[in-house]
């Protein structure tokens, strides 16, 4: 079992960064592929990033590719979004995601394939 928290949104113009952070619960946290989705008013969750057990192997949406960044950090089990050079269509609510299988690139960009979720955190970009 996994309880995952997110923490970091806000109001911030175009142009401007955030930091998610989420933290995690639990002894095991390194043995979860981690990810963050997004969803915005009236659209589907959409997958924003993922990152393997180790840190090594990251994949990202075409969307914020060359803008965010996903790191983690197994000894404070937690993960991070750092976003920069946000934009209006970055608005959504952002959920942190733990899946119990390894990490097979893109195949961790369904939320089906994840086993927990975050509460989310809201983030707002005006233009």
């Known amino acids: 079992q996994v309880q995952l928290a997110e923490s970091g949104g806000g109001l911030v113009q175009a142009g401007g960064s955030l930091r998610l952070s989420c933290a995690a619960s639990?002894?095991?946290?390194?043995?979860?592929?981690m990810g963050w989705f997004r969803q915005a008013p009236g659209k589907e969750r959409e997958f924003v990033a993922a990152i393997s057990q180790s840190g090594e192997r990251l994949n990202y949406a075409e969307s914020v590719k060359g803008r965010f960044t996903i790191s983690r950090d197994n000894a404070k089990n937690t993960v991070t979004l750092q976003m920069s050079s946000l934009k209006p269509e970055d608005t959504a609510v952002y959920y942190c995601?733990?899946?119990?299988?390894?990490?097979?690139?893109?195949?961790?960009?369904?939320?089906?394939?994840?086993?927990?979720w975050g509460q989310g955190t809201q983030v707002t970009v005006s233009s």
């Open positions: 639990g002894r095991t946290f390194s043995a979860y592929t």
């Open positions: 995601a733990a899946s119990a299988t390894a990490y097979y690139g893109s195949r961790h960009s369904l939320g089906s394939r994840y086993d927990y």
